[in-house]
């Protein structure tokens, strides 16, 4: 089989299949991106040298499978302590850091927890007792201002509180807990210090940066032969009119604009905004670390520190646009568990929507879509990551995908509708 393969969408994940189609042994392989450089949501904007990015974003350890085809294809990363924190209240309204977990420590005693009725993000707040419950809702109300009975559970691991910290229970009981039921396990938490668990203790960025990761990868798939065009915007219509029989494509891209053409309708997404500023900064404590805020006041929801273009930044990703005379004060007490922070220049802000596939509705759509999709097209067609949980397994079942339309029979694309 010799066909062409069409990968539509030049982040990580048409990166990724476009390395993955080579090794299956294709060699008329066509990356098409809209914009004019690799990388998709990933790729930070620079300014005077320095990586403006739009929020914490990292690779996993040394060893990671992701990592590793990255590093195969001639990528360097730098492993780094990975240090994080998060602020709560407890029960008396008072600001309390937990060092080395990244979710919500609620002061609460009980440890009763019950399997989440349903698979939406009010179902799994409510499997909790009541003092995590309210606290829980009181911050997805601040951070996402969505029906909570609309958004998905997996919402949870974006909002970061997909594990809670009953900071009331006591530890070895709640260890021993989590270690016999798989609910308790899915929903609770215990700080890295306190359980003696090692996960998550490294990770890695890409040395140079993103950009530099994302220049590497248009090399190396250039070295392959991989035919990349630039400012291709694609439209479904046009990748299955131009479809030839033994032609496979991948949907790398945004799949809103695929459910028209196959006769669904759009579900309805989370559509929040998210705002982010980058600022100068010097810090005193350990570099990179981020802070979730889960106190649900003030506008900042994570505060990150990172190294780039010779400077020390942070970023600040916020729930709403916020007032600029108090951001740099509530950056500097988010991380003041960690260090003491100056801020300086405000180099860049940003507001985009994030994690609007986390409806039910998306979630379900995308199931649906990708089903159509199969019934019409068979393996001919790839769907890209899309939703927006999971990515390294939804990586996964791309390069399964590809495996598969790489041994099927060729097959013709025909749009109806
Ligand atoms: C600030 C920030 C936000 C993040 N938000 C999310 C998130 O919301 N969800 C998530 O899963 N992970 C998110 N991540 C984590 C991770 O970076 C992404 O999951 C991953 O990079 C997504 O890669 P992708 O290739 O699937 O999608 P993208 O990075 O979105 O890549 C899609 C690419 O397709 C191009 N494209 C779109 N339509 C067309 C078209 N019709 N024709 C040609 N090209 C097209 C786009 O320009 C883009 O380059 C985020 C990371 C950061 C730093």
Redesign the pocket.
């Known amino acids: 089989m010799n066909g062409r393969i069409r990968i ?8 990724m299949a476009a390395f993955e189609a080579h090794r299956l042994g294709w060699r008329n392989i066509e990356l ?4 004019d450089a ?7 904007k620079v300014v005077n040298g320095a990586e403006m ?3 914490c ?1 990292y690779f996993g350890p040394e060893g990671d499978a992701l990592v590793e085809r990255l590093k195969a294809q001639g990528a360097t990363f730098e492993t780094f302590d990975n240090r994080f924190g998060s602020l709560s209240l407890d029960g008396a309204g008072k600001r309390v850091f937990t060092w080395d977990f990244g979710g919500p420590a609620v002061d609460c005693a009980s440890l009763r927890i019950a399997r989440p009725a349903g698979d939406s993000l009010a179902d799994r707040i409510a499997a909790y007792p009541s003092p995590i419950a309210e606290t829980l809702a009181e911050y997805c109300r601040w951070h996402l201002g969505a029906d909570l009975a609309a958004v998905h559970g997996e919402a949870a691991i ?1 909002l970061a509180i997909n594990r809670v910290y009953p900071a009331g229970a006591e530890t070895p009981a709640l260890v021993a807990l989590k270690a016999s039921n798989e609910w308790a396990d899915e929903l609770y938490g215990v700080p890295r210090g306190l359980s003696g668990r090692t996960a998550n203790v490294t990770a890695s960025l890409p040395a140079g940066g993103f950009t530099a990761l994302f220049e590497t990868c248009r090399r190396s798939l250039e070295t392959l032969g991989v035919d990349i065009r630039f400012e ?4 479904p219509r046009q990748v299955m009119a131009e479809h030839a029989a033994g032609d496979t494509v991948v949907w ?3 799949p809103t ?1 695929l459910f028209k053409p196959m006769g669904l309708s759009t579900p309805s997404l989370v559509k929040k905004s998210f705002f ?1 500023y980058v600022f100068e900064a010097q810090f005193d404590g350990p570099c990179p670390v981020y802070v979730q805020n889960f106190t649900a006041k003030g506008d900042c929801f994570r505060a990150y520190l990172y190294e780039s273009g010779g400077k020390t930044l942070v970023v600040a990703e916020c729930v709403r646009e916020a007032d600029l005379r108090a951001l740099p004060g509530e950056i500097r007490g988010l991380l003041s568990g960690f260090g003491s922070l100056k801020t300086g220049a405000l180099l860049h802000s940003g507001a ?1 929507p ?4 986390h409806s039910r509705d998306a979630i379900a759509g995308l199931a649906t879509l990708r089903e159509k999709l199969t019934e019409r097209f068979g393996p001919s067609f790839v769907c ?6 999971g ?1 390294s397994a939804k990586l996964a079942e791309v390069d399964a995908a590809l495996a598969m339309a790489r041994n099927a029979p060729a097959a013709g694309l025909a749009l109806v509708g």
């Not at 539509?8 to 990166?15: A, E, F, P, Q, S």
């Not at 994030?354 to 596939?357: A, K, M, Q, S, V």
């Not at 890209?384 to 949980?389: F, Q, R, T, V």
Request: glycine share 18%; charged share 20%; net charge positive.
């Open positions: 539509v969408g030049g982040g990580l994940t048409g990166i098409h991106e809209r914009f690799l990388g998709g949501v990933a790729r930070p990015r739009d929020g974003v974006p291709s915007l694609i439209s790398a891209a945004n604009p982010t985009q994030r994690w609007i596939y890209g990551a899309w939703e927006p949980y990515k």
